[in-house]
């Protein structure tokens, strides 16, 4: 029963503050939720929430609560995801960044933002700060679409596992031929500008991100120990499960390289998430929050004093 009346209390708590509505953007409809952002005080950080791949944003639902008492807030659906209107033009790395400028700017809402981003969206957030560096206070990354990999190092965990150099390239070589043929019988591929983006990123091995060094703010890496792919999405050529957990290794390593560029840097793993980690571990993320904007607090008072 009081798991009941807490859960109530909570719904309305939400209810009362959160905003959901529909905003234009160059002629596309883009469905919003803000808490807190008519009460925003001036300096305070506004975080902002991005989605993974095909992901509305009530996958946020879990945090929101904890989040929205320290800060106010703001979730949306991308273009062609969720609530929001379709994809209509191709987007470049630089447009995903442009874009949620411009939603921010429609709302008033100026810098400085704490960008939080899952998947997909952790690289689309660190591409943020490739061209909006003075706007960010803070970065948090979930189990990132992995920004620092590299055709190369991509095949690290193969060859740990024993794999040679030869039966990587053909494997390799094998999955683009399969992803080519079932792209061109999916008549909705050309609509999925967001694949085409991460494409994009991963063809030049995430040459943006990798040009442009971090500003000195707080930045945190969130990730999952547990090996959560469903069955019909595994190789069938290798044990999966044990190539996760050589992944893992090679990433943390490049992972540890990007949060010691900055003062007020930290790693978060959770064993008990998987990629979803804020779903499976909502604390961690809030947490995560909390820690950020004491370290922005604590660099900006730094600053004044120098």
Avoid: C
Avoid at 72 to 99: A, C, H
């Amino acid at each position: 029963m009081k798991k009941i009346l807490l859960a109530i209390a909570i719904l309305i708590s939400l209810s009362a503050y959160s905003q959901k509505r529909y905003i234009t953007i160059d002629s596309t409809k883009i469905w919003i939720n803000t808490i807190g952002l008519e009460n925003r005080k001036e300096g305070q950080p506004l975080i902002v929430f991005e989605s993974g791949s095909g992901t509305p944003m009530d996958n946020w639902d879990k945090v929101l609560d904890g989040v929205s008492k320290m800060a106010p807030l703001m979730t949306y659906d991308r273009p062609g995801v969720g609530n929001s209107g379709p994809e209509k033009d191709s987007v470049t790395i630089k447009g995903f960044s442009d874009r949620l400028l411009k939603i921010l700017n429609s709302l008033n809402a100026a810098p400085p933002y704490v960008l939080v981003g899952h998947s997909l969206g952790g690289a689309l957030v660190r591409s943020f700060v490739v061209y909006y560096p003075q706007m960010v206070a803070g970065l948090i990354i979930i189990d990132p679409a992995d920004f620092t990999e590299t055709k190369e190092n991509k095949k690290l965990p193969f060859l740990s596992l024993g794999f040679s150099k030869n039966a990587v390239d053909s494997l390799f070589i094998k999955w683009a031929k399969n992803d080519s043929i079932r792209n061109s019988h999916n008549p909705n591929f050309l609509k999925e500008r967001k694949k085409d983006v991460l494409a994009m990123m991963r063809n030049s091995d995430f040459k943006e991100i990798q040009n442009s060094k971090l500003p000195n703010i707080p930045v945190h890496i969130l990730t999952g120990g547990r090996y959560d792919t469903p069955l019909q999405y595994r190789a069938k050529e290798f044990n999966d499960s044990l190539l996760f957990r050589a992944k893992m290794k090679y990433r943390v390593e490049r992972w540890t390289d990007v949060i010691q560029s900055v003062d007020k840097g930290m790693l978060l793993y959770s064993g008990d998430a998987g990629h979803f980690v804020h779903y499976d571990d909502p604390e961690l993320l809030i947490s995560s929050v909390r820690i950020v904007l004491q370290d922005y607090e604590s660099l900006k008072n730094s600053k004044k004093q120098q």
